[in-house]
């Protein structure tokens, strides 16, 4: 654990997830154990309605955002996974959600972002050019930036 997080920051979180996302299982991998000499299970974070575990951290972020905050919506930069974390937890705290995708992003994506009812702005070659455009955009409109992983409530 890092210095902005400890056990009473994921406890809460927990509580906060408690209802909304999917308590996922764990299976073992014979394979992964064998090959390891030990135990190896897989937690199965791919059957989370968005995909993938990065729902967990933006829902938690957005849920701690005070209503005002809330009502100037929320923006990210990712090429997937937590660009479709943001726009479900975004859909699921009624907060309008804008995120910035490469211009290479997968479609499906792309889609399924879309789907969970973000505005889309393709910019950029890279995920790090599209973050550069997702924090002038927060400056530029009072939008909350939604880090992918660099804040305590993510994290937590």
């Not at 000499?37 to 938690?60: D, H, I, M």
């Not at 009812?117 to 973050?131: P, R």
Request: glycine share 10%; with cysteine; proline share 6%.
């Amino acid at each position: 654990m890092t210095d902005l997080v400890g056990l009473a920051d994921v406890e809460a979180a927990r509580q906060l997830l408690a209802g909304v996302v999917r308590t996922t299982p764990l299976e073992p991998s014979r394979p992964l154990s064998a090959r390891l000499g030990g135990p190896a299970w897989l937690k199965c974070e791919n059957l989370q309605r968005a995909g993938s575990y990065k729902v967990r951290g933006a829902y938690v972020r957005i849920a701690r955002l005070s209503d005002a905050e809330r009502a100037r919506g929320v923006v990210a930069a990712s090429a997937g996974n937590h660009a479709q974390g943001v726009a479900l937890a975004a859909e699921m705290l009624g907060t309008s959600a804008t995120v910035f995708m490469p211009v290479g992003a997968p479609l499906p994506k792309v889609a399924a972002t879309k789907g969970y009812g973000a505005a889309i702005e393709l910019v950029g070659a890279t995920v790090d050019e599209s973050l550069v455009a997702a924090k002038e955009f927060a400056e530029r409109t009072g939008a909350v930036f939604i880090h992918p992983f660099d804040h305590p409530d993510v994290i937590a």
